[in-house]
């Protein structure tokens, strides 16, 4: 049972939400729990991908591209040099610190509160695991 059932708290860490939005979810019918032989709430893994597919599932394309990896976010921070800036976005449970040209952030007009997309397309990707606990 434990391989095919998570805490309600795995469940949301794993989804990138809290425990209240799974509560509240489940309210709303769109997420079933069910409860331990101890009373704690548990959700289905195959729930928990469901959802995990849902929440990743891109938004229409607004061109044309190769980047495969575009996250939703709002700008939280802008620091703009003579030539470049960096250009911090909060996208879901993730900071991305972007680099940039001051003229791209004048003509786009970025600036704390603005909704922008972040498209990463990257030449490599480290991975790494955790340490054991």
């Known amino acids: 049972m434990s391989e095919e059932y998570l805490r309600i708290g795995q469940a949301a860490a794993l989804l990138g939400v809290s425990v209240d939005t799974l509560r509240r979810w489940e309210t709303e019918g769109r997420l079933p729990t069910g409860r331990s032989a101890g009373g704690q709430r548990l959700v289905a893994l195959a729930d928990v991908r469901r959802l995990l597919d849902e929440r990743r599932r891109p938004p229409a394309p607004i061109a044309a591209t190769s980047a495969r990896n575009a996250f939703d976010g709002v ?13 911090e976005v909060q996208a879901g449970p ?19 509160g603005v909704a922008v997309v972040a498209s990463v397309k990257a030449t490599n990707v480290v991975i790494g695991l955790p340490e054991a606990r």
Request: without cysteine; negative net charge; proline residues 3%.
């Open 75 to 87: 700008v939280t921070n802008v620091v703009r040099g003579a030539a470049a800036a960096t250009v």
């Open 94 to 112: 993730f900071r991305l610190l972007a680099l940039v040209t001051a003229e791209s952030v004048d003509e786009l007009d970025l600036r704390p």
